[in-house]
């Protein structure tokens, strides 16, 4: 019971920051109907950004704080350069655009920063040891999970209790209607895309906290894990993803934890193989919104 | 021509055009203060097109264009809506996972300058005293009826001087068709101006002061509400008589 509670703290912090990654590819998906596979620099980007902030003598926090805000910013920097001009295009071009997006950042980081990976300076306060009880739980797995809660619970207020939050819902229902409410369309997108970035910023932290260095490709296994998360919960769904995220969350750390030793190298095919059987059953993904409007 | 004989809408020469597709050939039409001006005509004569393009929701291409002396062309639709003219779209199209009162919230967002919002929507919901016993259900739950009362009163929340209806009767049981056109009479007498798209020839006619026949993307017949009741053609293709 003890180590079944354990993996499930595990679980959580895991899922929890897939379930934020996923929820910022969703809140785009379901505005203009963009999967952002740049999404993962977005969180490299975050990184390098505490990284120099540490180097450069700012103290933990303000690192952070800088840390989202060039996340944000990078943001809607991605959406006005990249994006805002194929906007309605078809579902293929808009991946490729953000490939490509994906594919500049990289070899700019590489280039201009380092291939290799980068140490970040993290306070040595954060990488203890929590005990609960039985349970050891480490720094950053805790304040991971209380900020993947305290940010769900964000977003939700935002989404009912502001204009700015029902018009992204709105939006995702039906965006030529939003516009006859007098809601300027380029301000729902860039909204989608500050929130989508703050998600990202929020994970990237949390991910190189968690491993202490920054390289170009840091971002891409976490988004590509956020993206079958996305699928499982049904992309376009908000609540999907972060059902999706935490689902695949568990589904890894249970594997990693009961799969026999000679079986872990091929954990994540197993993971795969339980969400294929996921989508085997549900192909629109466990809580798939019913139709999609475009712009 | 005094600055009060001007029409409130003026279009002249519009055409929309998607790809090689000319839904609207050229139509002139005009809109005067205080009336109900109905545009008819079968399934695919142009009428959606016609109010989508005014509005800047579909692709369109005018001589003039003219709304309360404001150029629309070029304008994207938000902006139109931010000056006064705005539309109730075929199909209702409410916000449907949002409640009541967020589609109403988000219909008068925007236009706090043209109209205290918290009055606007004791009125609402004075007029649609359904709404006010609904407010707190998703929109999606409501009857056709009811959707489309939420889809005019969602409209109404910008306080527009010119209100774009687009088949509100469709697919309605006939009590409460009678009961929209109603509504859109008293909206009238209280002031609105209306462009109204229809299938319903009969009742639109009844409410209208002018209206306007649309036949494969050009106007075929236009003129009050009597002589177009009076008109043979209407007559015989849409009255049966």
Same mark, same amino acid.
């Given at each position: 019971?003890?180590?079944?509670?354990?993996?499930?703290?595990?679980?959580?912090?895991?899922?929890?920051?897939?379930?934020?990654?996923?929820?910022?590819?969703?809140?785009?998906?379901?505005?203009?109907?963009?999967? =952002?596979?740049?999404?993962?620099?977005?969180?490299?980007?975050?990184?390098?950004?505490?990284?120099?902030?540490?180097?450069?003598?700012?103290?933990?926090?303000?690192?952070?704080?800088?840390?989202?805000?060039?996340?944000?910013?990078?943001?809607?920097?991605?959406?006005?350069?990249?994006?805002?001009?194929?906007?309605?295009?078809?579902?293929?071009?808009?991946?490729?655009?953000?490939?490509?997006?994906?594919?500049?950042?990289?070899?700019?980081?590489?280039?201009?920063?380092?291939?290799?990976?980068?140490?970040?300076?993290?306070?040595?306060?954060?990488?203890?040891?929590?005990?609960?009880?039985? $349970?050891?739980?480490?720094?950053?797995? $805790?304040?991971?999970?209380?900020?993947?809660?305290?940010?769900?619970?964000?977003?939700?207020?935002?989404?009912?209790?502001?204009?700015?939050?029902?018009?992204?819902?709105?939006?995702?229902?039906?965006?030529?209607?939003?516009?006859?409410?007098?809601?300027?369309?380029?301000?729902?997108?860039?909204?989608?895309?500050?929130?989508?970035? $703050?998600?990202?910023?929020?994970?990237?932290?949390?991910?190189?906290?968690?491993?202490?260095? #920054?390289?170009?490709?840091?971002? %891409?296994?976490?988004?590509?894990?956020?993206?079958?998360? %996305?699928?499982?919960?049904?992309?376009?769904?908000?609540?999907?993803?972060?059902?999706?995220?935490?689902?695949?969350?568990?589904?890894? #750390?249970?594997?990693?934890?009961?799969?026999?030793?000679?079986?872990?190298?091929?954990?994540?095919?197993?993971?795969?193989?339980?969400?294929?059987?996921?989508?085997?059953?549900?192909?629109?993904?466990?809580?798939? !919104?019913?139709?999609?409007?475009?712009? | 021509?005094?600055?009060?004989?001007?029409?409130?809408?003026?279009?002249?020469?519009?055409?929309?055009?998607?790809?090689? #597709?000319?839904?609207?050939?050229?139509?002139?039409?005009?809109?005067?203060?205080?009336?109900?001006?109905?545009?008819?005509? %079968?399934?695919? %004569?142009?009428?959606?097109?016609?109010? @989508?393009?005014?509005?800047?929701?579909?692709?369109?291409?005018? @001589? !003039?264009?003219?709304?309360?002396?404001?150029?629309?062309?070029?304008?994207?639709?938000?902006?139109? #809506?931010?000056?006064?003219?705005? $539309?109730?779209?075929?199909?209702? !199209?409410?916000?449907?996972?949002?409640?009541?009162?967020? @589609?109403?919230?988000?219909?008068?967002?925007?236009?706090?300058?043209?109209?205290?919002?918290?009055?606007?929507?004791?009125?609402?919901?004075?007029?649609?005293?359904?709404?006010?016993?609904?407010?707190?259900?998703?929109?999606?739950?409501?009857?056709?009826?009811?959707?489309?009362?939420?889809?005019?009163?969602?409209?109404?929340?910008?306080?527009?001087?010119?209100?774009?209806?687009?088949?509100?009767?469709?697919?309605?049981?006939?009590?409460?068709?009678?009961?929209?056109?109603?509504?859109?009479?008293?909206?009238?007498?209280?002031?609105?101006? +209306?462009?109204?798209?229809?299938?319903?020839?009969?009742? /639109?006619?009844?409410?209208?002061?002018?209206?306007?026949?649309?036949? =494969?993307?050009?106007?075929?017949?236009?003129? /009050?509400?009597?002589?177009?009741?009076?008109?043979?053609? +209407?007559? =015989?293709?849409?009255?049966?008589?």
């Amino acid at each position: 019971m003890e180590i079944f509670l354990q993996q499930l703290l595990n679980a959580l912090s895991l899922g929890g920051t897939y379930a934020l990654l996923a929820l910022g590819l969703a809140v785009v998906f379901s505005i203009i109907g963009l999967i =952002n596979f740049a999404h993962g620099e977005l969180m490299t980007v975050t990184g390098y950004a505490v990284c120099f902030a540490l180097i450069w003598g700012m103290p933990f926090p303000l690192a952070v704080i800088a840390g989202l805000g060039v996340a944000m910013t990078a943001a809607l920097l991605m959406e006005r350069v990249a994006f805002r001009p194929v906007r309605g295009a078809s579902g293929t071009t808009l991946l490729l655009t953000s490939f490509a997006v994906s594919a500049i950042l990289r070899v700019l980081f590489q280039n201009l920063i380092s291939a290799r990976p980068i140490p970040v300076s993290i306070p040595a306060s954060l990488s203890g040891v929590v005990t609960i009880g039985p $349970l050891h739980l480490g720094m950053i797995q $805790l304040i991971s999970i209380i900020v993947t809660l305290a940010m769900l619970l964000g977003l939700n207020l935002f989404l009912h209790r502001t204009i700015a939050g029902r018009a992204m819902r709105a939006a995702a229902e039906d965006f030529a209607v939003l516009r006859l409410m007098g809601l300027r369309a380029n301000s729902v997108v860039a909204t989608a895309f500050a929130i989508s970035g $703050l998600l990202a910023g929020v994970a990237g932290i949390l991910w190189v906290a968690q491993r202490g260095s #920054v390289d170009p490709l840091m971002g %891409a296994l976490p988004v590509l894990k956020a993206f079958i998360a %996305a699928i499982i919960g049904g992309l376009g769904s908000l609540s999907g993803a972060v059902a999706g995220g935490f689902l695949l969350g568990f589904i890894e #750390v249970i594997l990693q934890a009961y799969l026999p030793e000679s079986l872990l190298p091929y954990r994540d095919a197993f993971a795969i193989l339980l969400v294929i059987s996921v989508l085997l059953f549900r192909p629109q993904g466990l809580l798939a !919104r019913k139709t999609l409007v475009k712009l | 021509m005094t600055p009060s004989d001007e029409p409130l809408l003026t279009i002249e020469g519009l055409t929309v055009s998607y790809g090689p #597709v000319e839904a609207v050939d050229g139509i002139d039409l005009t809109v005067k203060r205080g009336e109900i001006v109905t545009l008819l005509g %079968a399934n695919g %004569a142009g009428k959606s097109s016609t109010l @989508n393009a005014l509005v800047g929701l579909a692709p369109r291409k005018a @001589n !003039r264009l003219v709304f309360a002396g404001i150029d629309l062309l070029g304008l994207p639709p938000e902006t139109i #809506v931010r000056r006064g003219m705005t $539309l109730v779209p075929e199909g209702r !199209r409410v916000f449907a996972s949002l409640t009541v009162e967020e @589609n109403l919230i988000l219909g008068g967002a925007k236009h706090a300058k043209r109209g205290n919002p918290a009055a606007v929507k004791a009125d609402m919901l004075a007029r649609f005293p359904i709404l006010a016993e609904r407010l707190h259900q998703k929109a999606g739950l409501l009857s056709g009826g009811e959707q489309q009362m939420l889809a005019i009163g969602r409209a109404l929340m910008s306080s527009p001087d010119l209100l774009l209806l687009d088949e509100p009767s469709l697919g309605l049981a006939p009590q409460v068709v009678d009961a929209i056109f109603d509504l859109i009479r008293d909206l009238r007498d209280q002031g609105l101006t +209306i462009l109204l798209v229809e299938q319903n020839v009969a009742q /639109s006619l009844e409410i209208a002061d002018r209206g306007y026949v649309l036949a =494969n993307g050009r106007i075929e017949l236009q003129g /009050s509400a009597a002589e177009l009741r009076a008109s043979p053609e +209407i007559q =015989n293709a849409y009255l049966g008589a």
